[in-house]
């Protein structure tokens, strides 16, 4: 597919732009990493990086930071696909990091691991000695990604300073950092929900199950659907409910909601989506915790 | 005709023209975005309060792009009790900026139409504006300039034009928005036109559309308006999704600057990066810079397998026939074709960072794929954004827009801003913070001009006033053959003192006793170029100084011509003056400091000149209302409050002879 053609051009264009920053980041930095969630952002990710990279392999290791409370079809996703693509898999647990006392877990009926795997990522980050973490974050998706950089400046501390952030101009992007400090580079920013779905449509991408309509036991929790888990304690009154739902993001199990649907296929979700009402991540529980939720955590160092 | 809150909800289910679609595409993908669709990325300019936040609010809304948490966000802020939604809370972002209601960096916003995809830079009209502006506009292919219909253009309007102007953004909306506030008066919006296009002359913009709206109403935003019949163009949206945005995109010269070699193994050795402008196909001649090795392109790969034909904006990978040197920064191009190598680069320069530039330290420049250590060797001058006019300068401070020379250490492959945005452009960063502190287009090749107001002998006064393409021609006969034949050396005579001193007096019985003697003269005076020559300028010290700046050159001419010209000018900064006197060899520059006591020019006020400045009916009148900068060090002083006329020319005319410019007598 190419720019010049015709047909599709804003997906070309989109593809184009996320390659040239893949490898932009593969020239510019030591040792980068490429962020997985085994979400469909971070599916596209690794082929866009496969892309970028053809006919060699991905220059850089996938890290996957496990918050325990996946979901099994996520990790056997994950697991099928790197073997396909013979990568080089990280995983680092947030129940390792609980355990050793660096984090605290959360208690109570919303308790979750979101806020916790950012010292994980951060310690990762640190082991490794990675200078660059590349993320399928886009900025359409929430009000403090809209101001994101492709190359995202992160202090000593991971920390992002939405005011003092580089000017980014032209496609000429900036990834010097002093020693300790890393980038994290987002290559689909440009990106909104549909295009990704009209992408995984038009090269026909396998993604995991979740994300296609299915029967699942469900709870209804502050008018979100959470999926039926271990790590899920029903309050009073409180029920489990078979529906028909598939997943719009897909993270931890104990705040990612399911929204009713009975798109079984691609092209059927392509087109509820085209014609939602609802935002995507208007099913995470953890972005509803407030308004800024997600900017104070991108502040801490969260993706 | 979104009045109500209550009843319009944009409710994509349920709504006649989401319905319409639905029917007909019942089994079938719906997608708001045809296949073939494209994507046009534009930014939003305009001033604190004219309606920006609205505007993006009511395009994302009548697209239908709200959601449905959003829209009761909304529903829940909008305090006030007329119909008009809060439409500007779609655009809030940070913390600190719904705090302060305001908006402190460039946000991108993303909408779409069956018709196209749309990339919003929505840019902050206060705050950082030059530099927010600058990186927004930096990837647009369109501007959309808001101008209140009340307020009309103003200062803020004409620095965002001129922005869009330098960046090179070839389309340009200008939405006169509240037209609801004037009475949807064609008047009002004729008059805001006629005003901006008399500016928009002085800019490098080719196509400007003009449409009044109201962006809380939504007249002619995505619906055209009702209540403005007199208007028949087409809507904002309408615009927007016709606006051809790749027509700018250059397709001729082919190159292509390599990011990264892929090389998976021994047999395969590949150039990745993305074609910045032109085309390739498999099997033509190319040349890889900086090697000037010439070889052909074998194949151009892609996961898809090999391709071709590539064009701009394609990420490809590219192999050669031949193994040559070819890394990061290297350019592939065509033999016929190549780009300006240089290590002297003339560029138009925004500062972006806190930190002022400095001109003895190097910057790292990024171009391209390439970096190399620069210096700022030459500020040319720095642009008033305000009022773009040209103004001395050092150095650039934040936001300061200006242009400069810079010196590279390792050669750049370039091409003009104008011509090529890719190769045209580059960022300066600072090697000890890591900070992107500035963004340059390149004009070209840096030909060492000289920084405004500091010319040197027998230069061009200035180099920006010197038209394209023209060197300056060797005269015909030599001014020293002129000198032979009039026995005596040509000069200008600058008479300088505040207006009723006896300048033009003085300098007429010099000129009548050179006369007398068989002396070739011209005389200039303030009254006689101001009917022609400057009959366009005014008073303020930006015209005086360009009027001084005129003058210097005719009497540049004369001079050249053997004349001993005499120029009777009130002149008052000392700056105006060293620069006419650069412009001749030294000894030929004679200033002559008409000295007289500043009540006794207003006791004379020939022309009535004071009385009116006194009263405040001339502004910028020098001794009055504006200052005087005498002579630090003239050659002559003569002294019209105690001397007569006869006096003080001949005081002059015997300097002239003991310098040896005439013969004694």
Redesign the interface.
Known sequence: MTVSDDTSKHLAWLESEAVHVMRETEAQFENPVLMFSGGKDSLLMVYLAKRAFHPAKIPFPILHVDTGHNFPETIRFRDDLMEELGADLIVRSVAKTIEEGRAKEESGPNASRNKQQIVTLLDTIEEFGFDAALGGARRDEEKARAKERFFSHRDRFGQWDPKNQRPELWNLYNGRSSQGEHFRVFPLSNWTELDVWQYIQQQGLEIPSLYLAHKREVVERDGVLLAKSPYIELREGEYYTEKMVRFRTIGDMTCTGAVESTATTIDEVVAEVATTQQAERGARADDQRSEAAMEDRKRQGYF | MHSDPETHVP???TSPR?NSQ?ATLNS??????A?????LRFTTAGSVDDGKSTLIGRLMYDTQEI????MEEIKRHTQRDDDDLELALLT?????E?EQGIT???????F?TPKR?F?IADTPGHEQYT??M??GA??AELAVELIDARNGVLQQTKRHGFIASLLQIPHMIVAVNKMDLVGYSEARFREIVADFEDFAEELDVQDITFIPISALKGDNVVNASENMDWYDGATLLHELETANPRADRNQIDFRFPV??V???HQD?R?F???VASG?IRPGEEVVVLPSERATHVESI????GE?E?????????VTLDDELDVS?GSMITRSRNQPERTRQIDADLCW?NEEAMRRDRPY?L??T?RRTQAYVSTVIYRINVNTMHREEASAFELNEIGRVELETADPLFIDPYKVN??TG???L?DPDT???VA?GMIRGVAEDVSPFGQDTAGRAADEDMVSPNVVWEGLNIERESREAQNEHRAAILWLTGLSGSGKSTVARAVEERLFERGCQTMMLDGDNVRHGLSGDLGFSPRDRKENIRRVGEVARLFFEQGNLTLCSFVSPYQEDRDRVRSLVPDGRFLEVAVDCDLEVCKERDPKGLYEKAEKGEIANFTGVSAPYEAPADPEITVHTDSDDVDTCADQIIDTLEAKGLIPEQ
């Open positions: 409710a994509r289910r989401r639905l079938q993908p719906i997608i708001r975005t296949p073939h669709m494209d994507v959601f449905e948490e959003k809030d972002g940070l913390r600190a719904r402190i960096d460039v946000a991108y916003r993303y779409a995809k990339i530099r927010n600058v990186t930096s990837t990011q990264t892929i090389r998976p395969f590949g990745a990066g993305e085309k790969v892609t996961l898809e391709q034909e590539a064009g701009p904006g394609d990420s490809i990978v990061r972006m790292v990024q171009h794929t945005r890719q452009s580059f960022i960063i890591n900070q992107t963004g």
